[in-house]
């Protein structure tokens, strides 16, 4: 299946395309990369170098793989780190050209805003955009705990506030809102990972490593997408993503700030070799 994916771009680790792309072509699909920026490293390091990408540049390219009526055979568009607003109306567009070639594709958002410990790292009015623009279109949207509680205005501490602020989304417009990871409250040693529907609602607890990595979001997104494309099955896709990332973690060095074994690890994307009980809970 063919994806049209949106997002960020690093020289050096694995965040945004730099993640998403290798995860989706390991599992089988072809990927058009689109970068909305083009950095040397996540901007969670000490310091980076390169730009966010002029956004006519960017549309450009888009309408460089419209010309190879490439939209027809689109199954999804994926999007996630902007680094300007201009850009996300630029995916909003995107996305409504491939509906109109082809009306079965998903529109599957990752509102990266920010994370739990660090907060927002995003340019003033993101936030606002994801809120107010990109959820209302989305079919899958991949929040994180900081992006739940960003997205919705409602403080989500547990499991339940978890849900609710995933349901307050649904309501809004996501088939499926998929919460990449969720710290509950007083249990440091495990992460949870929600999906959630109109009707179903299923979470993995799942082992926390020693390890401080970014892109885990970026990747658990490409992974859920991809297991959803091949069957629509939440608790698979939930099920499977996490085994995957979980794998890639073990095989990721510990002790400092450092970049995900997405390489050395990669057959752990496509048959993780330890699996995490996913529970319904609604």
Request: charged share 20%.
């Amino acid at each position: 299946m063919s994806i049209l994916s949106i997002q960020s771009h690093v020289a050096y680790g694995h965040v945004g395309n730099a993640a998403a792309v290798f995860t989706l072509q390991r599992l089988g699909h072809e990927v058009w990369p689109v970068n909305t920026v083009e950095f040397s490293n996540h901007v969670g390091h000490p310091d980076f170098r390169g730009r966010v990408l002029p956004p006519d540049l960017v549309a450009d390219v888009i309408a460089g793989v419209a010309g190879r009526g490439a939209f027809a055979r689109c199954k999804a568009v994926l999007s996630g780190y902007l680094g300007d607003v201009a850009l996300g109306e630029i995916v909003l567009g995107a996305v409504a050209q491939v509906r109109a070639a082809n009306g079965a594709a998903l529109y599957a958002c990752d509102p990266v805003i920010g994370d739990v410990g660090v907060g927002s790292y995003v340019r003033p009015g993101i936030a606002e955009f994801f809120r107010d623009r990109a959820v209302p279109m989305a079919d899958l949207l991949f929040p994180n705990q900081f992006e739940l509680d960003a997205l919705t205005g409602r403080p989500v501490r547990s499991r339940a506030d978890a849900l609710g602020a995933a349901r307050a989304l649904v309501a809004r417009g996501p088939r499926m809102v998929a919460v990449t990871s969720f710290y509950p409250e007083g249990q440091a040693s495990v992460i949870e990972a929600m999906a959630v529907t109109a009707r179903d609602a299923f979470v993995a607890r799942i082992e926390r490593l020693p390890v401080t990595v970014h892109g885990t979001g970026d990747c658990f997104a490409a992974l859920f997408l991809a297991r959803w494309l091949e069957r629509e099955d939440a608790a698979r896709a939930l099920g499977l993503a996490c085994g995957a990332i979980h794998g890639v973690l073990r095989a990721t060095p510990t002790g400092g700030l450092t970049e995900m074994a997405l390489i050395e690890a990669q057959a752990e994307l496509a048959a993780p070799s330890r699996t995490f009980p996913v529970e319904r809970i609604a």
